[in-house]
């Protein structure tokens, strides 16, 4: 039997919008502008998404995963607590996937806003620790980078 292992990792992202800070806080906060970036997947034969946004609320996305992915049928399932809110300025969100009932991942994320010449500054923090079968980090980091994009679509009004 193989030892299990943790990967521990933290990356950052950052973007600058056109958009005020209120403008993009909205699209972190508003259970119905996040589903449009947030909760949707081109590799999901269905998705839920549920958001109590205050701190102590839940946020919870599962998708099945469709036979263009490595796990066809089965269920990636995210579920996180809002620790810290601060309007406009920084959303911290815990959360923990599982992939076909099993634990892969716990992740710490925060969301840090800020006015930019005109627009909005945002960074994104992901701090995790990856279980066996995570696919890891990289992985990890290219799924938020799509994310992102779809912020991005979204916020323009595109998406």
Request: aromatic share 10%; net charge negative.
């Amino acid at each position: 039997m193989l030892e299990p292992t943790v990967i521990h990792d933290t990356f950052v992202l950052e973007r600058t919008y056109p958009a005020s800070v209120e403008r993009v806080f909205a699209f972190l906060s508003d259970p119905a502008k996040k589903r449009q970036w947030y909760a949707r997947s081109e590799a999901s034969a269905e998705a839920s998404f549920e958001m109590d946004f205050r701190e102590g609320g839940i946020e919870r996305s599962s998708y099945r995963m469709d036979e263009r992915t490595p796990f066809p049928g089965e269920v990636l399932a995210n579920e996180g607590t809002y620790q810290d809110i601060v309007p406009g300025e920084r959303v911290v969100l815990a959360t923990s996937m599982t992939l076909a009932g099993r634990r892969i991942s716990c992740s710490l994320i925060t969301v840090e806003l800020a006015g930019s010449d005109g627009g909005t500054k945002m960074t994104l923090t992901h701090q995790a620790a990856f279980f066996e079968g995570s696919g890891g980090p990289d992985m990890r980091k290219g799924g938020w980078e799509q994310l992102l994009n779809r912020f991005d679509e979204a916020l323009a009004g595109l998406g």
